[in-house]
């Protein structure tokens, strides 16, 4: 019985560091990216909203994804939506640094070091998870 609850732990584990791997690399590539474009200075617009997943038993919450509009140096204008999200609802009309893409500006990301240091926070979660999950079917009581 104990084989397959470490069978199962192998599994989880093997998905979780894959999803880490995965996230972490699209996090690194956007911040590669963001140090070679060009910044602009975006004026807020709005808000898109969507909620937490509420995993862990904790509640679900409203968070908010700003929208913005920037002008690239011949001063055309474009839109974008942030992918940082935040609690409070932002302020109409209030700035935000953003990267854009030179090629395409359509493709633009609010500069942010939030999703490193989140990248972090789940790092050490899931490390500190399995040991604690390993250690518990250890002493498990089976049988």
Request: glycine residues 8%; contains cysteine; aromatic residues 14%.
């Amino acid at each position: 019985m104990k084989t397959i609850l470490y069978i199962v732990w192998a599994l989880f584990v093997a998905a979780a560091i894959l999803s880490l791997l995965y996230a972490s690399r699209r996090t690194k590539r956007q911040a590669r990216q963001m140090a070679e474009w060009p910044k602009a200075q975006a004026t807020v617009t709005g808000s898109a909203t969507g909620w937490t997943s509420g995993v862990g038993g904790s509640s679900r919450n409203l968070r908010y994804f700003p929208t913005y509009q920037f002008t690239d140096p011949q001063g055309t204008l474009f839109m974008g939506k942030s992918e940082v999200s935040d609690v409070e609802q932002p302020v109409p009309g209030s700035l935000i640094e953003v990267a854009y893409n030179p090629a395409n500006p359509n493709e633009s990301l609010e500069v942010s070091s939030e999703p490193r240091t989140a990248m972090g926070c789940l790092i050490a979660f899931f490390a500190v998870f399995a040991v604690v999950s390993f250690w518990f079917i250890g002493v498990f009581p089976v049988g």
